[in-house]
C-alpha cells in the first residue's frame, strides 16, 4: 500500500506540480495536506498551460481521486474560481473531495496578512498576502471556522462573531497606527481615509450578516465535495492503491525548520503529511523531495547562494522566474548542496527529482555551493540552526563544468551532454539520495527518467 509524499527541497517553486502530475499516472489518490493559494504550480500537457493554488495537480486525470485534506487553509472564493476555470476548459473536477475539518481563510485573515505585513515596514517576511499566517493563527486559537461550518448557518454565525470581534481590534489598531505614520510622512490623511483603505473600519468586507450570507452560499456549491477525506485515504491505501501525497512550499520555508521568521505558517516536510491528511507515519513509503538545478527563492530572508549579478539575471529570464502566485521576480542563485542535504535527511528523501536543468544551458561553469564559512571564518558542512549564523554564512563551491547545448528535446540519460549528467551524478553523490527524474523544459514530456 504504497504512500508516496513529493516535497519540496529548497525554498518552493522548484515545479513539484509538474512531478506530482507525472508521478499521479501510476496513483489512485493525490492529497495536498498543507498550506494554501499561497502556493501556485503550473503544469503545461499538450502546449496548453494550467495553473492551480489550492487544486491537486492530479485533477487533469478524471479517474484519480484529488484530496484537499485537512492540513490545507482553503479560500472558498479562490477555489471555487478554480473549480470554475477547470469546468470551463472542460475539465471534470467530479472527484474532488474537500476534507471537512480543512480551515476556511476568511476575509479577516486577508486583511490581516496585509496590515501585519505593512505595519513590519522593512522587517517584513514578503508573504503572499493571502490569509496564510492568520489563519493557520486562528486554527491554533481554535478560532478558525472550518469547510464543515458552512454548512450551518447558526454555527457559521457565531463562528465568525467569535473570530471577528478580537481581529476588529487588531485591525483599527493598525489603522490607527498608519493613519499616524501616514500624517507624520505629510500625507492627506483626510482624502486617504475617505478612501475605505485596508483595515479601516468599518469595512463593509467584514460585516458579519454579508459574510455570513456569501459564506453560506460557497457552503451549497462545495457541498458536493465535503468528505472525510482521511477515511477517503485509508480506504485507498487498505486496498492496495498508491495515494501521493503532495506538499506546498518547501522546506526551507518549514515553519519549525526553515529559515524562520522567513517562513510560512505551515510545515511542508514529509512529516507533516501525516497530520495534515490524516493518516500514519507507516503508510508511507516512499519520499521523493523536488529542487531545482540552482536555487530561487521569493520573499525575504536568508539565500546564501543568491546571485546579484548577470548570472543571477540570466537564470531569472531564462528560467521564467517569476511567481505564479503574486507575479513577483524570484531571487536566484546556485544550487545549494548544503540545503539540500539538510532537506534530504529531513524529510529522509529516497529520490530526487531535479527540474529545470536546461535553464542551465550556456551560463558557463556551473557552481554548487559543497560548505559554508561563518563571519568568523570557521567551516560550516552542516546547514546551521542559528539564524544569525545562517544569515552572514558565505558559500564555498565546486565548480563544474558547464554545457552551451540545448537539452530541451533530450528524453534519454544518454542524450545529455556529458558535464550535464556529471553535474546530476554530483548532486546525487554528494547528497546521498539518488536523482531518478530530471526536467528539460515545461511539458510533463520534457522528462527524463534516471536508473530505471
Ligand atoms: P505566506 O505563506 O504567504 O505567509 O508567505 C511566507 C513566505 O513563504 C514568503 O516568503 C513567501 O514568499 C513564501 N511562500 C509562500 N508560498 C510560497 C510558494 O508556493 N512558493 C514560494 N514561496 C512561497
Known amino acids: 500500500m504504497p504512500g508516496v509524499v513529493i516535497v519540496g527541497a529548497q525554498w518552493g517553486d522548484e515545479g513539484k506540480g509538474k ?54 487553509v482553503l479560500d472558498p472564493r479562490v477555489l471555487l474560481g478554480e473549480i470554475d476555470g477547470l469546468k470551463r476548459a472542460g475539465i471534470d473536477v467530479g472527484n474532488l473531495r474537500i476534507s471537512a475539518n480543512a480551515h476556511l481563510i476568511m476575509p479577516y485573515h486577508v486583511l490581516l496578512d496585509t496590515a501585519g505585513e505593512t505595519k513590519l515596514g522593512k522587517l517584513s517576511i514578503g508573504t503572499t498576502r493571502r490569509g496564510i499566517g492568520p489563519c493557520y493563527a486562528d486554527k491554533a486559537l481554535r478560532l478558525g471556522i472550518r469547510v464543515q461550518d458552512l454548512l450551518d448557518e447558526k454555527i457559521l454565525r457565531t463562528k465568525i462573531r467569535a473570530a471577528l470581534e478580537p481581529k476588529q481590534q487588531a485591525l483599527r ?40 450570507e456569501e459564506h453560506v452560499s460557497y457552503g451549497h456549491r462545495l457541498e458536493p465535495h465535503i468528505a472525510d477525506t482521511a477515511r477517503l485515504c485509508w480506504d485507498e491505501l487498505d486496498s492496495g ?3 501521493i501525497f503532495e506538499g506546498a512550499q518547501a522546506t526551507l520555508l518549514d515553519l519549525d525548520h526553515g529559515t524562520y521568521p522567513f517562513v510560512t505558517s505551515s510545515n511542508p516536510i514529509a512529516g507533516a503529511a501525516c497530520v495534515g491528511a490524516g493518516v500514519g507515519p507507516a503508510d508511507i513509503d516512499e519520499v521523493w523531495g523536488i529542487a531545482k538545478a540552482y536555487a530561487t527563492r521569493v520573499g525575504a530572508g536568508p539565500f546564501p ?78 546547514f546551521p540552526y542559528h539564524q544569525s549564523i545562517l544569515h552572514s554564512a558565505t558559500p564555498e563551491y565546486e565548480e563544474l563544468p558547464g554545457f552551451d547545448e540545448d537539452i530541451s528535446d533530450c528524453r534519454e540519460e544518454a542524450d545529455l551532454p556529458a558535464a550535464a549528467r556529471d553535474f546530476l551524478a554530483f548532486i546525487a553523490d554528494f547528497v546521498g539520495v539518488p536523482v531518478r527524474l530530471v526536467g528539460v523544459g515545461p511539458d510533463r514530456d520534457q522528462t527524463i527518467w534516471l536508473g530505471s
Open 173 to 212: 489598531e493598525l489603522s490607527v497606527q498608519r493613519r499616524k505614520l501616514r500624517k507624520e510622512a505629510g500625507e492627506d490623511v483626510a482624502k486617504a481615509e475617505s478612501e475605505a483603505e485596508l483595515g479601516d473600519i468599518p469595512d463593509p468586507r467584514l460585516d458579519v450578516h454579508g459574510m455570513v
Open 241 to 243: 492503491g498508491t495515494v
Open 19 to 72: 512531478i506530482t502530475d507525472l508521478l499521479a499516472d501510476r496513483a489512485g489518490m493525490i492529497v495536498r495536506f498543507q498550506g494554501g493559494n499561497n502556493a501556485g504550480h503550473t503544469i503545461v500537457r499538450e502546449g496548453r498551460e494550467y495553473k492551480f493554488h489550492l487544486i491537486p495537480s492530479g485533477i487533469l486525470y478524471s479517474q484519480k481521486t484529488c484530496v484537499i485534506g485537512n492540513g490545507v
Open 305 to 382: 547562494t543568491e546571485l546579484e549579478d548577470e548570472i543571477g539575471e540570466r537564470m531569472v529570464e531564462q528560467g521564467h522566474e517569476f511567481g505564479t502566485t503574486t507575479g513577483r521576480r524570484r531571487r536566484c542563485g546556485w544550487m545549494d548542496l548544503v540545503a539540500l542535504r539538510y532537506a534530504v535527511r529531513l524529510n529522509r528523501m529516497d529520490a530526487l527529482a531535479i527540474t529545470k536543468l536546461d535553464v542551465l544551458r550556456g551560463l558557463g561553469p556551473l557552481r554548487a555551493a559543497v560548505r559554508y564559512r561563518s563571519k568568523e571564518g570557521a567551516v560550516l558542512d552542516s
